[in-house]
């Protein structure tokens, strides 16, 4: 079960438009969150889940990993570091961004709680195993994750062929798409999400990461029937 959306474009609540970058996938006994929102505290109360078994990042942009510091009520639980995979390169980025996570402090109330690893091309965590391939962000990269049939990409501006191989026989894609029509340098706009998603032919496609100019009701009149704007606490199964 993947648990998505949160803070995509809410069909519940209209003024609700900016992406808040975190997804939940759960698979038997392993709850993996992909990328942390910095609204993850209130993300993950109004899923309803209090259990992360561990973490990856996709890469290291604010958004994408500024609610690292809402995950001690995990270490609490568990009395054990959580573990974070991000790639190797962005490994001091993290660490500096949240050094006091990772201080040892000699008293045990404020023992570190995050123990980050170098995340390899392929990977298994519990009972979930896939494989990561590094995306163009425009001035940085970020890693595409795919899940059995299921795939993750959000924040890219263009796939290589490499890319597009990885991808190849994805049945459920959730792909990044920050705006209706405006070229951005570091992200999709809509006719080239769509483009990628003629190519790939998923049997079903998600928009991830959008702006105000992605209207959830417009999306919905002009997208075919496979194609669905993401929006919060959105629950697919794969």
């Not at 949240?98 to 519990?126: K, N, Q, V």
Request: some cysteine; charged content about 25%.
């Amino acid at each position: 079960m993947l648990s998505y959306g949160w803070g995509n474009c809410d069909p519940r609540n209209p003024k609700n438009r900016r992406s808040r970058s975190s997804i939940m996938v759960e698979k038997g006994c392993t709850s993996l969150l992909i990328d942390m929102s910095p609204d993850l505290r209130q993300q993950m109360l109004d899923y309803g889940g209090n259990k992360v078994d561990a973490a990856i990042l996709t890469h290291a942009h604010y958004d994408h990993i500024n609610g690292l510091n809402e995950l001690r009520p995990m270490f609490w639980d568990k009395k054990r570091r959580l573990p974070i995979y991000v790639k190797k390169e962005n490994l001091p980025a993290v660490k500096k961004a949240f050094f006091y996570l990772f201080e040892e402090s000699g008293h045990e109330i404020y023992s570190p709680y995050i123990e980050l690893h170098a995340i390899e091309d392929e990977f298994t965590i519990g009972d979930i195993s896939g494989i990561c391939f590094e995306q163009n962000h425009g001035f940085s990269k970020s890693l595409g994750i795919r899940i059995e049939n299921f795939a993750y990409s959000t924040d890219v501006v263009s796939l290589s062929e490499e890319n597009f191989e990885k991808l190849k026989g994805v049945d459920t894609w959730i792909v990044d798409c920050l705006s209706m029509k405006q070229i951005k340098a570091t992200h999709a706009h809509l006719d080239l999400a769509l483009e990628w998603i003629r190519r790939i032919n998923p049997r079903r496609a998600f928009l991830t990461h959008m702006d105000i100019s992605m209207d959830y009701d417009s999306l919905l009149r002009i997208l075919p029937e496979n194609i669905r704007p993401a929006y919060d606490q959105m629950t697919i199964s794969v």
